[in-house]
């Protein structure tokens, strides 16, 4: 079973500039999820989709950061103007079904450097 | 929110030896899963265990939910159990938002 993809791996961007991430979760999953992974912390949860809707983007910057999955199946999260405080990786995971009990599977992150 | 304190957030221990890492909560929570992330950044889920007790080959986990705590237990480590590792807890029925701690840093000497 092919796992969570992502890409680009990497990134480097000049402040005010804008990037999007794209995420293809693992076959069948309902529930997907955009993490922002500070150096030296915890991953924190930006948003987390069931199927095509949106269930928490509570700590979505919206002035800045947009995220959407049509059909219910991959995703893309973009940054429009970039600061240097998004310097960061982000981590796209996802989960079989919404409920009790659901292992959350990680992709590789993509890193990104915010000059 | 819900707060996830770990500890030691750094630990050194030569090959072989045995761990044991701790992720406390501040309230009840419904999802606990146990993360490792290596030293390339990818995150493997090691265990879902809101309650209870789970044995992964030389990894184990139990949680305590009433006391609002959770350990991990890594036997006779390996270098490739080098990384860190992160306690993360979701309390919110029907929505599978996770908060992760700040993690253990576990560094595994030959």
Redesign the interface.
């Known amino acids: 079973e092919a796992g969570v993809a992502q890409s680009p791996r990497y990134k480097i961007i000049e402040k005010r500039q804008s990037v999007a991430f794209w995420c293809n979760p693992i076959s069948g999953h309902a ?1 997907l ?1 955009w993490y922002q992974q500070i150096l ?6 930006l948003i ?1 989709f069931q199927n095509n809707g949106v ?2 983007d509570s700590q979505l910057p919206k002035d800045r950061f947009s995220a959407e999955r049509l059909k219910g199946v991959d995703s893309t999260l973009k940054i429009q103007p970039a600061k240097l405080e998004d310097s960061a ?1 982000y ?1 796209c ?1 996802s ?1 079989l079904e ?9 992709g ?2 993509t ?1 990104l450097t915010v000059l | 929110g819900i707060q996830v304190e770990q500890s030691p957030p750094d630990l050194i221990l030569q090959e072989g030896a045995n761990s044991t890492l701790r992720c406390n909560f501040s309230d009840s929570v419904n999802n606990l899963q146990w993360f490792h992330q290596n030293p390339w950044g990818q995150l493997i889920n090691l265990f879902y265990i809101p309650s209870g007790t789970k044995q992964n080959g030389r990894l184990s986990a139990t949680t305590v939910a009433t006391e609002r705590y959770s350990l991990l237990y890594i036997s006779s480590s390996q270098t490739t159990d080098s990384g860190v590792y992160f306690c993360a807890v979701g309390n919110n029925f029907g929505n599978e938002k996770l908060t992760f701690g700040t993690g253990t840093r576990l560094t595994i000497i030959p």
């Open positions: 529930t999820y030296g912390q915890g991953p924190k949860l987390q269930v928490d990786v981590l995971a989960s919404r409920g009790g009990g659901d292992t959350q599977y990680f590789p992150g890193r």
